[in-house]
């Protein structure tokens, strides 16, 4: 089930992942970590995520989508 917030997964996340689509491959490295950190930190507000099991726990995945970053442009 993508797309969901999961609070059970989110407590065993043992990594994190960013895809960013091509349409962003010109943005700095800076800025790309930015948005990174700040989807990471709020996860249930992210437009495209999704955990993938893993023998430790869950990777939480969370593509980069255009409602994303209007949302974080202001923060």
Known sequence: ???VFDPYREAL???QHTIWPDAYEDW???D???IESL???SPAEAADLDYVRQHT???RVITV???D???LSVA
């Open 1 to 3: 089930m993508s797309n």
């Open 13 to 15: 996340v043992v990594e």
């Open 28 to 30: 700095s490295t800076t």
């Open 32 to 34: 790309r970590q930015r």
């Open 39 to 41: 989807l990471h930190a």
């Open 57 to 59: 726990g869950f990777a």
């Open 65 to 67: 989508t255009p409602a």
């Open 69 to 71: 970053l209007e949302r």
